[in-house]
C-alpha cells in the first residue's frame, strides 16, 4: 500500500494504511460487533469513529471499506493509518490546518480549496485556516499530501486522533488514610508490614491543619481522562458539570474495561472524607470530570474550553506522549496557553502534566509546554522513581509507587491485572486481599492528581493567586531530595525542584494573602494580573546609594504585580532599573533607596524576616 508523507507538529509522519483496521461513523446508536461484516470493535471512539476490523473474506482492506460504506448504518467509513516502523494507530478526523503563503489572498485560498472540493470550517488568520474533506474530496491524509506539494501552501497537515499514553504502571497501587503514607508517612505500612522512610510524602496532614480544613469547597478540580467511575461512593457526589467528548454529553462512558484508568486518578486528588475507603488531597474540592482524551486538535481545544468555560480552577491530566513524531502542533500549544492564561477570569487555570512513565531522559511532550506543572515522581523513601521521565521541564516531584505503591479507588468495571479468582493479586500489589473498590496504582499517573489536590489546596488559601503564582509557590517551597549533585542551580531533572511540600506551600499562599491585604496610599487594590490603573510618579534616580533588589523580570506586568505587594508590605519606595540581557529588555526591581550601605542592610533583614529573598545593591552598578 502506499505511504503518505505528512507534516506532523514539528516534524513529518510517514504513514501507511493499516491492513486490518478501519474507522466507521454509523448514522444511529448501533451496536458494530453484532454485524455480519465486523470480526471484533477495537476501540469505541477515536477522532469520532468506531474503530473495528472487518470480515475481509479474502478481499483487501480497500475493496471491504468500500462495500461497508454502501451499508445503510454506515455514515462515515475511513482507513486506519499507522507510522512508519510501528506506532499507535491514528485516524483522520477530516478536518486539516492549512498555511497559506504571505502573499496569497483569500481569492486564491478558495481556488485551492475547490480544486479538492474541500469546506472552509474556520478562519484563524488571514493565512491559517481549517477546511474539511467533504463527500467528493480525496480523503485527508491524500488531500495534504497533495496540498503539501502546491507552492501556494506553506503548511498543510491532516487533524489525526490516536490513543495517549496513561502514565500508571503495569501493576496499579495504593491503600486506606492511616496507610496513604503519600498524605504523611509514619515509617511503616502495617498491613504490608514494609518499613518506608519517616516523612518522605507531601506534608499533605500538615497543610489540612495549617489551614484548618480539608480545603474549600469553591475551588473545581478537572480530570482529563478515560474511564472514570462517577458512581464509585468516593467520587458520586463530588460530580460537578461532567462532559464526555465521545458522547458530546454530560453522559461519561463507562463499562470498557480498556479504560479504567481515570478513576483511581481522580481519587487522589479529590475522594472525599466521607469515613470509609480512601481520602483525597483536596476532599472538599468540586471535581470536573472530563472523559474522553484525544491528539485530536478540536478535541484539545474541547477539553480545555470546557474547563475554562465551566468553572475548573485546577486541571489535572495524567497522560500524553513521549515520541518525537507526535509533537504538539501550535494550535494544541495555544489551546494549553489559553486555558492557562485566559482562565479563572484571567489568573489562569492551574494545569498539571504528567511526566511520563517511560525512564527517559526527555518528559511526556505536553509536559514539556511552559504554561503548565509538570510532575515527576518519587517513592516511599525520597528516592527517585526509576520510571520517572526525567527532564530540564520537570517542575515537581511528588510521592507515588516505586518501592510501596499508593491506594486509590477503581472503577466498578476495572478487571484487574490476573485472572486470579478471589481477587487478591488483581487489585493488590502484595497479594493481600483489602476490601471495597480500591487497588494499588502509581507512576507519574498517581504523582500528579497528588499535586494537582496540592494546588487546590493552595487556592482555597488564597483564591488571587495565579496559575503561575501557584507554580512559583510550588517550585519555592519544594524539598530538596536525592544527592545535592543531582542538582544545578537548584534543579534536578529527576526532582525538579525538589519534592513538593504541601505545608510550606499552603504557608506562603497564605503569607502572600495577608501581604496583598495590608493598607497603602499607592494603589488601590491587590494587582493580580499587571493590568488595570496605576499611578505613576516617574523621575529620573541617580546613580548613587544602595538599595535592595529583589527580582529581576522579563515582563513588565510581573514588575507590577510585585512593586504593588512590596509597596503594601513594606511602605518603602520603588526603583525600576530597565536594561538588556541577551538581547532582550529586562526589569530589576529594586526597594528603598538609602544614602548608606547600613541602612540597606536593615531593610534587608526586615524583608528577610517576612519570606521575602533580595540582596543589598550598589546603585553605581546599575548607572
Given at each position: 500500500?502506499?505511504?503518505?508523507?505528512?507534516?506532523?507538529?514539528?516534524?513529518?509522519?510517514?504513514?501507511k494504511?493499516?491492513?486490518?483496521?478501519?474507522?466507521?461513523?454509523t448514522?444511529?446508536p448501533?451496536?458494530?460487533?453484532?454485524?455480519?461484516?465486523?470480526?471484533?470493535?477495537?476501540?469505541?471512539?477515536?477522532?469520532?469513529?468506531?474503530?473495528?476490523?472487518?470480515?475481509?473474506?479474502?478481499?483487501?482492506?480497500?475493496?471491504?471499506?468500500?462495500?461497508?460504506?454502501?451499508?445503510?448504518?454506515?455514515?462515515?467509513?475511513?482507513?486506519?493509518?499507522?507510522?512508519?516502523?510501528?506506532?499507535?494507530?491514528?485516524?483522520?478526523?477530516?478536518?486539516?490546518?492549512?498555511?497559506?503563503?504571505?502573499?496569497?489572498?483569500?481569492?486564491?485560498q478558495?481556488?485551492?480549496?475547490d480544486?479538492?472540493?474541500?469546506?472552509?470550517?474556520?478562519?484563524?488568520?488571514?493565512?491559517?485556516?481549517?477546511?474539511?474533506?467533504?463527500?467528493?474530496?480525496?480523503?485527508?491524509?491524500?488531500?495534504a499530501?497533495?496540498?503539501?506539494?502546491?507552492?501556494?501552501?506553506?503548511?498543510?497537515e491532516?487533524d489525526?486522533?490516536?490513543?495517549?499514553?496513561?502514565?500508571?504502571?503495569?501493576?496499579?497501587?495504593d491503600?486506606?488514610l492511616?496507610?496513604?503514607?503519600?498524605?504523611?508517612?509514619?515509617?511503616?505500612?502495617?498491613?504490608g508490614?514494609?518499613?518506608?522512610?519517616?516523612?518522605?510524602?507531601?506534608?499533605v496532614?500538615?497543610?489540612?491543619?495549617?489551614?484548618?480544613?480539608?480545603?474549600?469547597?469553591?475551588?473545581?478540580?478537572?480530570?482529563?481522562d478515560?474511564?472514570?467511575?462517577?458512581?464509585?461512593?468516593?467520587?458520586?457526589?463530588?460530580v460537578y458539570?461532567?462532559?464526555?467528548?465521545?458522547?458530546?454529553?454530560?453522559?461519561l462512558?463507562?463499562?470498557?474495561?480498556?479504560?479504567?484508568?481515570g478513576?483511581?486518578c481522580?481519587?487522589?486528588?479529590?475522594?472525599?472524607?466521607?469515613?470509609?475507603?480512601?481520602?483525597?488531597?483536596?476532599?472538599?474540592?468540586k471535581f470536573?470530570?472530563?472523559?474522553?482524551?484525544?491528539?485530536?486538535?478540536?478535541?484539545?481545544?474541547?477539553?480545555f474550553?470546557?474547563?475554562?468555560?465551566?468553572?475548573?480552577?485546577?486541571?489535572?491530566?495524567?497522560?500524553?506522549?513521549?515520541?518525537?513524531?507526535?509533537?504538539?502542533?501550535?494550535l494544541?500549544?495555544?489551546?494549553?496557553?489559553?486555558?492557562?492564561?485566559?482562565g479563572?477570569?484571567?489568573?489562569?487555570?492551574?494545569?498539571?502534566?504528567?511526566?511520563?512513565?517511560?525512564?527517559?531522559?526527555?518528559?511526556?511532550?505536553?509536559?514539556?509546554?511552559?504554561?503548565?506543572?509538570?510532575?515527576?515522581?518519587?517513592?516511599?523513601?525520597?528516592?527517585?522513581?526509576?520510571?520517572?521521565?526525567?527532564?530540564?521541564?520537570v517542575t515537581?516531584?511528588?510521592?507515588?509507587n516505586?518501592?510501596?505503591?499508593?491506594?486509590?479507588?477503581?472503577?466498578?468495571?476495572?478487571?484487574?491485572?490476573?485472572?486470579?479468582g478471589?481477587?487478591?493479586?488483581?487489585?493488590?500489589?502484595?497479594?493481600?486481599?483489602?476490601?471495597?473498590?480500591?487497588?494499588?496504582?502509581?507512576?507519574?499517573?498517581?504523582?500528579?492528581p497528588?499535586?494537582?489536590?496540592?494546588?487546590?489546596?493552595l487556592?482555597?488559601?488564597?483564591?488571587?493567586?495565579?496559575?503561575?503564582?501557584?507554580?512559583?509557590?510550588?517550585?519555592?517551597?519544594?524539598?530538596?531530595?536525592?544527592?545535592?549533585?543531582?542538582?544545578?542551580?537548584?534543579?534536578?531533572?529527576?526532582?525538579?525542584?525538589?519534592?513538593?511540600?504541601?505545608?510550606?506551600?499552603?504557608?506562603?499562599?497564605?503569607?502572600?494573602?495577608?501581604s496583598?491585604?495590608?493598607?497603602?496610599?499607592?494603589?488601590?487594590?491587590?494587582?493580580?494580573?499587571?493590568?488595570?490603573?496605576?499611578?505613576f510618579?516617574v523621575?529620573?534616580?541617580?546613580s548613587?546609594?544602595?538599595?535592595?533588589q529583589?527580582?529581576?523580570?522579563?515582563d513588565?506586568?510581573?514588575?507590577?504585580?510585585n512593586?504593588e505587594?512590596?509597596?503594601?508590605?513594606?511602605?518603602?519606595?520603588?526603583?525600576?532599573?530597565?536594561?538588556?540581557?541577551?538581547?532582550?529588555?529586562?526589569?530589576?526591581?529594586?526597594?528603598?533607596?538609602?544614602?548608606?550601605?547600613?541602612?540597606?542592610?536593615?531593610?534587608?533583614?526586615?524583608?528577610?524576616?517576612?519570606?521575602?529573598?533580595?540582596?543589598?545593591?550598589?546603585?553605581?552598578?546599575?548607572?
Amino acid at each position: 500500500m502506499s505511504n503518505y508523507k505528512i507534516k506532523s507538529g514539528k516534524g513529518e509522519l510517514v504513514l501507511k494504511k493499516s491492513d486490518n483496521l478501519v474507522g466507521l461513523k454509523t448514522t444511529k446508536p448501533t451496536d458494530l460487533q453484532k454485524k455480519e461484516y465486523v470480526e471484533s470493535q477495537q476501540l469505541p471512539s477515536l477522532g469520532g469513529f468506531k474503530v473495528v476490523t472487518l470480515k475481509k473474506d479474502g478481499e483487501t482492506v480497500d475493496t471491504k471499506l468500500d462495500e461497508v460504506r454502501q451499508k445503510k448504518e454506515i455514515a462515515l467509513g475511513t482507513h486506519v493509518y499507522v507510522p512508519e516502523g510501528g506506532g499507535k494507530p491514528m485516524v483522520p478526523t477530516g478536518e486539516i490546518f492549512i498555511i497559506f503563503q504571505p502573499a496569497v489572498d483569500e481569492s486564491e485560498q478558495k481556488l485551492v480549496l475547490d480544486e479538492y472540493k474541500l469546506e472552509l470550517v474556520e478562519r484563524r488568520g488571514t493565512d491559517q485556516i481549517i477546511a474539511k474533506v467533504t463527500k467528493d474530496s480525496p480523503n485527508p491524509i491524500k488531500v495534504a499530501s497533495f496540498l503539501q506539494q502546491i507552492s501556494l501552501v506553506k503548511l498543510a497537515e491532516p487533524d489525526l486522533d490516536m490513543l495517549l499514553e496513561e502514565y500508571d504502571l503495569a501493576l496499579p497501587n495504593d491503600t486506606y488514610l492511616a496507610e496513604e503514607w503519600h498524605l504523611k508517612n509514619s515509617g511503616f505500612i502495617h498491613s504490608g508490614n514494609y518499613p518506608t522512610k519517616p516523612g518522605a510524602d507531601a506534608k499533605v496532614i500538615d497543610a489540612w491543619q495549617r489551614l484548618n480544613s480539608l480545603g474549600s469547597s469553591d475551588i473545581v478540580i478537572a480530570i482529563i481522562d478515560n474511564g472514570i467511575d462517577i458512581t464509585h461512593p468516593d467520587l458520586k457526589n463530588k460530580v460537578y458539570r461532567p462532559f464526555d467528548l465521545w458522547t458530546q454529553s454530560d453522559r461519561l462512558t463507562d463499562g470498557d474495561p480498556s479504560f479504567t484508568h481515570g478513576t483511581p486518578c481522580a481519587s487522589l486528588a479529590v475522594a472525599i472524607a466521607n469515613g470509609q475507603g480512601m481520602v483525597g488531597v483536596a476532599p472538599n474540592a468540586k471535581f470536573m470530570p472530563v472523559s474522553g482524551t484525544s491528539y485530536s486538535v478540536r478535541a484539545t481545544e474541547q477539553m480545555f474550553d470546557y474547563c475554562v468555560q465551566n468553572g475548573a480552577d485546577v486541571i489535572s491530566c495524567s497522560w500524553g506522549t513521549t515520541d518525537p513524531a507526535y509533537a504538539l502542533n501550535s494550535l494544541k500549544e495555544e489551546a494549553i496557553a489559553k486555558a492557562a492564561r485566559q482562565g479563572r477570569k484571567g489568573k489562569g487555570c492551574v494545569i498539571v502534566f504528567a511526566a511520563g512513565n517511560e525512564g527517559v531522559d526527555f518528559v511526556n511532550l505536553y509536559a514539556a509546554h511552559p504554561d503548565v506543572i509538570c510532575v515527576a515522581a518519587c517513592d516511599s523513601k525520597d528516592r527517585y522513581a526509576s520510571y520517572s521521565n526525567q527532564g530540564q521541564e520537570v517542575t515537581v516531584c511528588a510521592p507515588s509507587n516505586g518501592d510501596w505503591p499508593l491506594i486509590a479507588a477503581r472503577a466498578w468495571w476495572d478487571p484487574g491485572t490476573t485472572a486470579r479468582g478471589d481477587g487478591a493479586w488483581k487489585y493488590w500489589a502484595d497479594g493481600v486481599d483489602r476490601s471495597g473498590p480500591y487497588k494499588h496504582f502509581g507512576g507519574t499517573s498517581g504523582s500528579t492528581p497528588i499535586v494537582a489536590g496540592i494546588c487546590a489546596l493552595l487556592l482555597s488559601a488564597n483564591p488571587n493567586l495565579t496559575a503561575k503564582e501557584v507554580k512559583d509557590i510550588l517550585i519555592k517551597t519544594a524539598d530538596k531530595i536525592g544527592d545535592a549533585s543531582d542538582y544545578s542551580g537548584g534543579h534536578s531533572r529527576k526532582y525538579g525542584y525538589g519534592r513538593v511540600n504541601a505545608d510550606k506551600a499552603v504557608a506562603e499562599a497564605l503569607r502572600r494573602k495577608d501581604s496583598v491585604a495590608a493598607p497603602t496610599a499607592e494603589v488601590a487594590g491587590p494587582v493580580a494580573s499587571g493590568q488595570g490603573l496605576f499611578r505613576f510618579s516617574v523621575e529620573r534616580h541617580p546613580s548613587q546609594g544602595f538599595a535592595v533588589q529583589t527580582g529581576v523580570f522579563a515582563d513588565y506586568g510581573n514588575v507590577l504585580i510585585n512593586a504593588e505587594k512590596l509597596q503594601r508590605q513594606f511602605g518603602a519606595s520603588i526603583l525600576v532599573n530597565i536594561n538588556e540581557l541577551n538581547g532582550k529588555t529586562v526589569y530589576k526591581l529594586l526597594l528603598g533607596t538609602f544614602s548608606n550601605k547600613t541602612d540597606a542592610s536593615n531593610l534587608l533583614k526586615k524583608i528577610k524576616a517576612a519570606g521575602v529573598d533580595g540582596f543589598v545593591k550598589d546603585l553605581k552598578e546599575l548607572g
